[in-house]
């Protein structure tokens, strides 16, 4: 563990043989997985030059994908969308969940993600509502109209909500209840809610804790499954940043000083400095 400091610092003050060290333990997999992806994360942190070109020939190593997939949303590669997309059906799901994060991070991407999903190459149920505000955030009209058109509509307005809260109130009878398959409602709250928010001690932290919600009431859980940004707590509310390379990130504000800025988003916590970031909301 010191001798990882002591590389990761060497990397700050731009040693190259601490550089040269750490990307030969990257792409070396006779070397134990988890020193490979420390070795991944310290490059990443400090954005070495390059670097993109072994995390594009990692994508194929399952040992250490998901910190490639986060690293590469880093480097404004042209490469990346084709490389992830051409080894996406070999990923497993969490996986493909890192990829659709890196993919709408950026408008190229993204184009690229909702055409696999337009040709088929990918289920379009495999795109998160999380992802797909992401690739809204992108703020392209064209965009914003495929994802409409493949994914389905992002309801903004509290009208449209209430009529859909009302429908489905009226086919929730407790005779349909009575009919759930509860194992395979498990499997759809892990992709699309566990990502975020724990529920007895599992899953994501960056929203609200759910173990202690009125899960028997069908009001309250429709209302928060629907119209989630209708009440939410200040320590809940996420900021969108663009960064000058063109990266959107969605995220919880964690910490900021007049230098830096940290985020932590459904997958990672990541330090921009405040220089970089040329909008937000």
């Known amino acids: 563990a010191v001798q990882d400091q002591i590389i990761v610092l060497a990397t700050v003050f731009d040693d190259q043989n601490a550089l040269r060290q750490l990307r030969e333990l990257a792409i070396d997999q006779q070397q134990m997985p988890a020193d490979r992806i ?22 194929e190593d399952p040992g250490v994908r998901s910190a490639v997939l986060r690293g590469l949303a880093a480097y404004n590669s042209p490469e990346t969308a084709d490389v992830i997309l051409k080894h996406y059906k070999a990923m497993d ?44 955030a992108l703020g392209d009209d064209d965009l914003i109209d495929r994802l409409a058109a493949c994914w389905g509509e992002i309801r903004e307005t509290p009208q449209d909500t209430a009529r859909q809260i009302d429908a489905i109130q009226k086919w929730l009878t407790p ?3 009575h009919q759930a398959d509860l194992q395979r409602g498990q499997m759809v709250y892990a992709k699309l809610c566990g990502t975020c928010h724990q529920l007895f001690g599992e899953g994501g932290k960056i929203g609200p804790d759910l173990t202690g919600a009125q899960r028997t009431n069908l009001d309250y859980m429709l209302e928060n499954i629907l119209d989630p940004n209708a009440a939410v707590a200040k320590d809940y509310q996420m900021e969108i940043l663009q960064t000058e ?37």
């Open 175 to 177: 005779d349909t209840i």
């Open 93 to 136: 799901s969490s996986d493909q969940q890192y990829a659709q994060l890196t993919l709408a991070s950026r408008r190229p991407w993204a184009a690229a993600s909702l055409a696999a999903i337009e040709s088929k190459r990918i289920n379009a149920s495999e795109l998160t509502a999380y992802n797909a505000r992401q690739i809204r």
């Open 245 to 281: 390379d063109g990266r959107v990130v969605t995220g919880l504000i964690e910490t900021e000083s007049p230098e830096t800025i940290t985020v932590q988003t459904v997958n990672e916590r990541l330090v921009f400095p405040q220089a970089e970031i040329v909008a937000r909301k």
């Open 38 to 59: 420390r070795a991944i994360n310290a490059l990443v942190s400090q954005r070495v030059a390059g670097f993109e070109t072994e995390l594009l020939h990692l994508v």
